[in-house]
């Protein structure tokens, strides 16, 4: 079962626009992750909220966590065509193991 | 990529052979998982090991085992490989920071079962 699903599935956008994903996950969390995966590659970390925070910034990542709603987002501010790839929302198990949502497939259009 | 290796790079392979992939790190981290990556199901913990010869199961383990001789080597293996395994598998590490764990993964390995 998939501890995180992402939403929407998949965005286009154009470039300079904000692109906003969701995650949902199901049980308690200690934090919440998100990964960038760029087509035939691994994934890459991007960053991670801890469950008593509320946003957190990186650059041009936003990051919001809800726990009372058990909901995530990320927003990627003035996208860029370099931004397409896919995102994945994670949530740390035991063994540190991750486990990820579905992923949101995002095209950034010169 | 923290010094993850994966082999090979691609593989096809016919139903009912043996396969092992393997990962190989050169920093000497203590943590490694395998996970396939299907689509519309993001990655699936396969197995994962937190020491040599120490393994446990992950998600979807059936059909697949894993052993750790060596801390720099994680190998899986499917005993007779099927169609339902045809996927790409991910090495990964992780490593502790100030706020929890970050994961790195190799380059992925496509295997085809025909």
């Known amino acids: 079962s998939q501890q995180g699903e992402e939403d929407p599935q998949a965005l286009s956008i154009q470039e300079g626009e904000n692109a906003t994903m969701n995650c949902s996950y199901k049980?308690?969390?200690?934090?919440l992750q998100w990964y960038r995966q760029n087509s035939g590659r691994g994934l890459v970390h991007l960053i991670l909220?801890?469950?008593?925070?509320r946003e957190k910034h990186s650059g041009r990542l936003r990051v919001t966590l809800d726990t009372s709603k058990k909901s995530s987002s990320l927003l990627i501010t003035a996208s860029r065509a370099a931004d397409t790839a896919s995102y994945f929302c994670?949530?740390?198990?035991?063994?540190?193991?991750?486990?990820f949502g579905s992923g949101t497939r995002l095209q950034v259009q010169p | 990529d923290a010094g993850i290796t994966q082999s090979p790079r691609h593989k096809v392979t016919e139903t009912g052979t043996p396969v092992t992939l393997r990962c190989h790190q050169t920093?000497?981290?203590?943590?490694m998982y395998w996970y396939r990556q299907d689509p519309g199901h993001g990655l699936r913990l396969i197995h994962y090991?937190?020491?040599?010869?120490?393994?446990d199961k992950g998600e979807v383990s059936d059909g697949y085992s894993v052993s750790r001789s060596k801390t720099e080597d994680f190998l899986l293996t499917l005993e007779s490989a099927t169609s339902s395994q045809t996927s790409v598998y991910f090495c990964?590490?992780?490593?502790?920071?100030?706020?929890?764990?970050?994961?790195?993964f190799g380059q992925g390995t496509r295997l085809t079962v025909v």
């Open positions: 994670a949530t740390e198990t035991g063994r540190r193991a991750l486990t």
């Open positions: 090991s937190y020491g040599v010869k120490d393994t």
């Open positions: 990964a590490i992780s490593e502790l920071t100030g706020d929890g764990t970050e994961a790195f």
């Open positions: 049980t308690s969390i200690n934090n």
């Open positions: 920093e000497n981290h203590r943590y």
């Open positions: 909220i801890r469950s008593n925070e």
